[in-house]
């Protein structure tokens, strides 16, 4: 049996946690805390440390599955959870003012990593935004000749989040 480790990325809000609720095959541990800056108009508490839940695969391996805080503040931990990973999974809130930037942001503070390993992006809230979030995205990676899967996905969606997760462990298998 081998351990894996996968870090889920992206801003706060993007559904990060949900999707470690909605993979983890068993209770996930959360850090969370009360929110006190302008995030505390969208949500009561945020992640100030990491999530963790764990994914445990037919062939007896097990997934670790880490989420990063999103806030900027908390950057400090980006390093210490992507130790170690065999790959990211990048959430892309599709209703934030500029998903671009928010996307160039976190392949360039997890490049390093990602040079090493690989990413897959999910995008989430997509209905309730335009279509075009998705091109744009492609746009910017094809400029910046990065080839990286992206879906839109709903993080409480077990079936959407698996799928992201097994995208990024066949390009890790077969890239």
């Given at each position: 049996?081998s351990?894996?480790k996968l ?5 706060a809000?993007v ?9 983890s095959?068993?209770?996930?541990i959360?850090?969370?805390?009360e929110?006190t800056?302008?995030l ?12 963790f839940?764990e ?6 391996n097990?997934?670790?599955?880490y989420g990063?805080?999103?806030q900027?503040?908390f950057?400090h931990m980006?390093?210490?959870?992507a130790?170690?990973a065999i790959g990211?999974?990048i959430?892309?809130?599709?209703s ?12 360039d503070?997890f490049?390093t990593f990602?040079d090493e390993?690989?990413?897959v992006?999910?995008?989430?809230r997509?209905n ?5 979030c998705?091109?744009?995205?492609y ?16 993080p409480?969606d077990k ?8 995208s990024?462990l066949?390009?890790?298998e077969?890239g």
């Amino acid at each position: 049996m081998s351990e894996l480790k996968l870090v889920i990325t992206g801003t706060a809000g993007v559904g990060k946690t949900t999707a470690i609720q909605s993979l983890s095959d068993r209770p996930p541990i959360a850090t969370e805390s009360e929110t006190t800056d302008e995030l505390s108009e969208i949500k009561s508490t945020t992640t100030v440390a990491f999530d963790f839940g764990e994914i445990y695969l037919d062939d007896g391996n097990v997934v670790h599955v880490y989420g990063t805080p999103g806030q900027e503040r908390f950057r400090h931990m980006w390093e210490i959870v992507a130790e170690g990973a065999i790959g990211f999974i990048i959430l892309v809130d599709s209703s934030r003012d500029d998903p671009v930037a928010d996307l160039k942001m976190y392949i360039d503070n997890f490049k390093t990593f990602i040079d090493e390993t690989s990413a897959v992006i999910g995008v989430t809230r997509i209905n309730e935004f335009n279509g075009q979030c998705i091109e744009d995205l492609y746009c910017f990676l094809e400029k910046e000749a990065l080839f990286y899967p992206i879906m839109a996905v709903d993080p409480r969606d077990k079936s959407d989040m698996s799928q992201l997760m097994l995208s990024l462990l066949a390009m890790l298998e077969y890239g």
